[in-house]
């Protein structure tokens, strides 16, 4: 049997299928159903192509057709997540690069500076809060969860939405478009057992959806007044204003 350039190129194309999986799922808190699905894999090659086992290689060929179908079903927004990644990704950004000018950059990021203001105020009086930042992914699911808003940014009205009397002020605020869409939204909760037990809804809340979705979720904490952000699976805690305007700045460009 020869080894081929083609044959070099089939592993390089499943590793990196694998690769971007076992990141996905790592990101969204299902890294145990890969390691299972993984170990099934590797069974099944092994009972049918190398012991050629001819009877279990059958039924495990039906599980293997029935499984992909749930894993897309149970997988679908990961999946979306994956999707849009790779069409979005950093290198795919040279075609619109004659479209940018410097003027349009500036005027992308102002939003950021009320958003962090406001985050800074709510710190320091404790006032709960959790404001989701939309990316490429759109969240229009979760935008009809609350009340339509479409207003501009503006700290005090962000402020006045997580005031303590509001009755929004316990659901989560979507931003989409540099507009502030709508408030009181119910978010996905992360089940993610690392998490620290002093975290509560919001924290689970904020990496739910940076797990579902590539959205910037981020938190004030209602019992510290500490600052977090969660994206892309992962959750910083203890943010400065500084820090979280270097951080949204990067990431929402």
């Given at each position: ?61 039906m599980f293997v057709n029935i499984g992909l179908i749930i894993i897309v079903i149970l997988f679908q927004d990961q999946i979306k997540r994956f999707l849009v990644e790779i069409g979005s990704h950093k290198r795919w950004q040279w075609v619109n690069i004659f479209k940018r000018d410097s003027a349009g950059e500036t005027q992308e990021k102002k939003w950021i500076l009320p958003v962090v203001y406001a985050c800074m105020n709510m710190s320091k009086s404790k006032t709960g809060a ?124």
């Open positions: 049997m020869s080894f081929g350039i083609k044959d070099a190129i089939d592993i390089l194309v499943v590793a990196t299928l694998m690769f971007y999986t076992y990141r996905m799922m790592k990101e969204s808190g299902t890294i145990n159903i890969f390691y299972g699905v993984l170990a099934f894999i590797v069974a099944w090659v092994v009972m049918s192509e190398i012991l050629d086992m001819r009877l279990i290689g059958t039924i495990m060929d959790l404001i989701v930042i939309q990316q490429k992914m759109l969240l229009d699911d979760y935008e009809h969860t609350g009340d339509i808003i479409d207003a501009n940014i503006n700290s005090r009205l962000i402020e006045n939405i997580f005031f303590k009397n509001s009755p929004l002020h316990d659901g989560a605020m979507i931003i989409a478009g540099e507009r502030i869409t709508s408030a009181g939204c119910i978010l996905p909760v992360s089940h993610d057992t690392n998490l620290p037990r002093n975290l509560g809804l919001r924290h689970r809340s904020a990496l739910g959806i940076a797990q579902a979705t590539d959205a910037v979720a981020i938190v004030v904490s209602e019992e510290t007044g500490n600052i977090s952000m969660a994206y892309r699976g992962k959750l910083y805690q203890k943010l400065s204003n500084t820090s979280l305007e270097n951080r949204l700045s990067e990431i929402c460009q």
